[in-house]
């Protein structure tokens, strides 16, 4: 549209004078009577005098001494706010025009600004008109100097921002409620993580147990599990996994190990068999385009009466290796060689170990959030195996709050590098009054 | 937190090939797994991922490349990993799965290793 | 932690001369004393400083639990007080920094000179139990809390917050290095509550350093009643009032207001 007449009498009618000039240009190439045509139109458009333009101009116009007092104001501003020239010039301040939050906001924020920067852009601020009711307004102010460089007046131009700010209003409705519902989420989901685990583990007789589950992001559930309860007489259950992925998908997978390993267990409390089971149903309940699996070790805990502590049999598939923190100071993992992750294959191998637990031993399981988390220290950037065995050489002998304690200041220190959520279970024997003698 | 994957696909006579380079996790994973439908194979061919350029695979980047075995199997296809460097297979020893994916030093170790097993 | 960088601390002026602190309301940062400091730094140490949340303090120390209340600030100002370690400094405090000194020097009046309280007002909101007028309704200060909302928005350079804890996307933040008075929304609400919503009137009485109240002729926030019941509620204060109009005297009347700090300062330091 831009050449064409239509479009050359737009821009007169929006009464941009300094443009007259360039009229030329919109005439090139056609005919002198054309040209001349057009621009006694220009002409006949600047009779808009520039003292018409200033009061009725389609923004509203004000002068005000550096105290803030009204000097001068237009036509149009006065329509706006229902007032008469008199009642305002000589007698009111900007300020008197706001609201009174406006007011505050006005000498808190934007008269120092203006003061310091000499101009100030497009604040959003309410008019309180005649009638007592309030016109959202962009505000602009700049401040006039004279020769000498001293600021004499303040030049304020005013747009009606109605709609505008009904449009704002709506965005910040809008985020104020995306606001609340990621509170709703975050909240939703650790209490979904929290029927995850356990609310309290088994009380195990000669046995001091810990455990600790820490939550990377508040915004997915995670999928770490853990549990520690008895099966027949004497014996207990002990599992830490890790359902690969994050979020609601992952928690249903969850929700079934865990049902699944402990209804196992009490069918046939053999580690291997456990873990073969919890296969069976995860690989025939996720068999799609999307798989699902876990990690997961199992353990069946029984007193010693011989040597006392505990026997301790471990089945894994596909886990990080458990590490045992012994009372003469030193630490080892117990690797699975060739157990398989659970629920992908049909025939999943299960590998087992076993290991005693001797008073003052320390058995620690946790998932990979820790070994993966970032840090600069680590192979790779990342923590490692074998820093954490390092770690439980450092520790040992310890006790299995202990052991959780470190593991806590641990992920404090890695911080955000931990972006996978971590859970670790430590099981202990203390040792009897008469062996700490020894 | 940026994190990258790329992902190339080309075409041998034994069949499809997948390179992927940078960090194959939770935050990329799904890319080469929405990529995976687009892959055509036939019967008797072989899939061959070039892990060569992993400089990192979590528990979601071993889904993804069992869901690409998976894709495979269902073609009728077998699946070959190429290049695997020593941190993935690592975690392959952990969780086992070594067995389950051949490995070959290189795509081209993997490409002469392949015999056509139909038609 | 370092408090000279967690407040953004600037030294300037004579050293070894009487120290001036002066210390910025709600609404802006150190940037509100640079017309009155050339004034002052010939014949004192100036200190200058940003509470935390606003201009360049380390944005990681706000808390809310600390700064929801005057306290936390007051143990700001003291522990700098104690870091920059000048003697018994003149501390000038405008709008709520006023009663931010009044604490501060209830609290450890060894470490004051005097006070300098510019624009004070002990109380925004009026008490009709009391008689008292701040001038302002609690609605009054929602409808505030409502014009800080719609400029955070963003439409506007000037006061387009400072997107914290964000480093996905760092060009928020970047694009407005240059401007003043930067600050957070979430800080800006709550210092907002902090300045306008405390009732410090019972604190006055226990000052004890000679003190100042510099009140401006024309002020909207502090009106000449406030200033007149801050000077009759402190034992032995003065009561100057500038020619200056406005709440921000320092930045309208810089001389005028820089005299009256140097002569109490000069007097009393």
């Known amino acids: 549209m831009c050449g064409t007449d239509d479009g050359a009498a737009d821009d007169g009618g929006r009464g941009r004078g300094r443009d007259h000039g360039r009229g030329r240009d919109h005439g090139r190439g056609r005919s002198e009577d054309h040209q001349e045509n057009q621009e006694a139109r220009f002409s006949e458009l600047l009779e808009d005098s520039a003292e018409d333009l200033y009061e009725h101009a389609p923004c509203g116009y004000l002068s005000t001494l550096l105290d803030g007092r009204i000097a001068k104001i237009n036509t149009t501003l006065l329509d706006w706010l229902g007032y008469e020239r008199d009642a305002l010039v000589g007698r009111k301040r900007f300020s008197d025009l706001l609201t009174v939050g406006g007011r505050l906001y006005h000498e808190t924020h934007f008269a120092p600004l203006l003061r310091m920067q000499g101009e100030i852009n497009g604040i959003a601020l309410e008019l309180k008109t005649a009638d007592g009711t309030r016109l959202p307004v962009m505000v602009t102010s700049t401040v006039k100097t004279g020769g000498d460089g001293q600021a004499l007046l303040i030049r304020t131009t005013i747009f009606d921002a109605r709609d ?244 806590r200041d641990l992920l404090d220190t890695l911080g955000n590098g931990v972006d996978d959520d971590t859970a670790v279970l430590a099981v202990h024997v203390p040792r009897t009054t008469s062996e700490e003698q020894q | 937190m940026s994190r990258h994957l790329t992902l190339l696909t080309r075409t041998t006579t034994a069949g499809a090939v997948i390179e992927l380079a940078g960090d194959l996790d939770h935050h990329t994973a799904p890319e080469v797994r929405d990529a995976l439908p687009g892959i055509t194979l036939a019967a008797g061919q072989q899939l061959t991922i070039d892990l060569g350029g992993l400089t990192f695979c979590d528990s979601s980047g071993i889904t993804m490349l069992i869901a690409a075995r998976n894709h495979a199997l269902a073609a009728g296809a077998t699946i070959a990993l190429a290049a695997v460097p020593e941190r993935v297979s690592r975690i392959f020893r952990i969780v086992g799965l070594e067995q389950v994916f051949p490995t070959h030093p290189s795509t081209q170790a993997a490409e002469d290793s392949w015999h056509p097993t139909t038609g | ?205 226990a000052v004890t350093v000679p003190t100042l109240v510099a009140q401006c002729s024309h002020d909207a926030i502090a009106p000449p009643e406030v200033g007149a019941f801050v000077h009759a509620q402190i ?35």
């Open chain 3, 235 to 269: 034992p032995g204060s003065r009561l100057v009032t500038l020619n200056a109009t406005g709440h921000c005297p320092q930045l309208a009347a810089p001389e005028e207001t820089a005299a009256a700090i140097a002569a109490f300062a000069g007097a009393s330091g």
């Open chain 3, 1 to 205: 932690m370092d408090v000279r960088s967690r407040n953004h601390v600037t030294v300037t002026g004579r050293t070894g001369a009487p120290a001036v602190m002066l210390a910025h309301g709600f609404g802006c940062d150190q940037n509100m004393w640079r017309l009155v400091v050339p004034e002052l730094e010939r014949d004192f140490t100036v200190v200058l400083f940003d509470h935390v949340g606003a201009g360049n303090s380390e944005l990681t120390a706000w808390s809310r639990d600390r700064y929801a209340s005057l306290d936390g600030y007051v143990d700001d100002v003291l522990e700098l007080c104690r870091e920059l370690d000048l003697g018994p400094i003149t501390f000038v405090g405008h709008s709520v920094s006023a009663m931010m000194g009044v604490l501060a020097a209830a609290r450890r009046p060894e470490a004051f000179a005097g006070l300098v309280l510019l624009a004070p007002s002990p109380c925004f909101v009026d008490d009709p139990a009391t008689g008292y007028r701040g001038g302002f309704s609690a609605e009054d200060i929602d409808e505030l809390l409502e014009s800080l909302d719609a400029n955070y928005l963003g439409w506007s350079g000037a006061m387009a917050p400072v997107i914290m804890g964000n480093p996905d996307r760092p060009e928020l933040g970047e694009e407005l290095t240059n401007s003043f008075c930067r600050t957070d929304p979430e800080i800006a609400r709550v210092f907002a509550r902090v300045t306008f919503l405390s009732d410090n009137r019972a604190d006055l009485a």
């Open chain 1, 164 to 407: 505008r700010r009904a449009y704002e209003n709506e965005l910040l409705r809008a985020r104020q409620e995306a606001d609340r519902e990621r509170d709703r989420l975050k909240v939703l989901n650790t209490t979904l993580q929290k029927t995850l685990l356990p609310p309290t583990l088994a009380n195990v007789p000669g046995l001091d147990v810990a455990a600790h589950y820490h939550i990377a992001s508040a915004d997915e559930v995670g999928g770490d599990f853990y549990d520690l309860f008895p099966l027949a007489a004497g014996t207990w259950g002990m599992f830490l996994g890790d359902v690969c992925g994050k979020g609601a998908a992952a928690a249903a997978v969850t929700s079934l190990a865990r049902y699944t390993l402990r209804a196992a267990a009490v069918y046939s409390p053999a580690p291997d068999a456990v873990l073969a089971n919890l296969n069976t149903v995860l690989n025939h309940e996720y068999n799609g385009t999307d798989p699902r699996f876990c990690t997961v070790i199992f353990g069946l805990l029984t007193p010693d009466p011989d040597q006392g502590g505990f026997h301790i049999t471990l089945a894994s598939g596909g886990h990080p290796p458990a590490m045992v923190m012994r009372h003469d100071g030193t630490a080892d993992s117990l690797p699975t060689p060739g157990g398989q992750l659970i629920g992908i294959l049909p025939n999943a191998n299960i590998a087992t170990t076993t290991v005693h637990l001797a008073p003052g031993d320390t058995l620690l399981l946790h998932t990979d959030g820790l070994t993966e988390a970032h840090t600069a220290a680590g192979p790779d950037g990342r923590y490692s195996d074998e820093a954490l065995l390092d770690l439980g050489r450092a520790l040992a002998p310890t006790t299995a709050t202990d052991a959780i304690t470190a593991i």
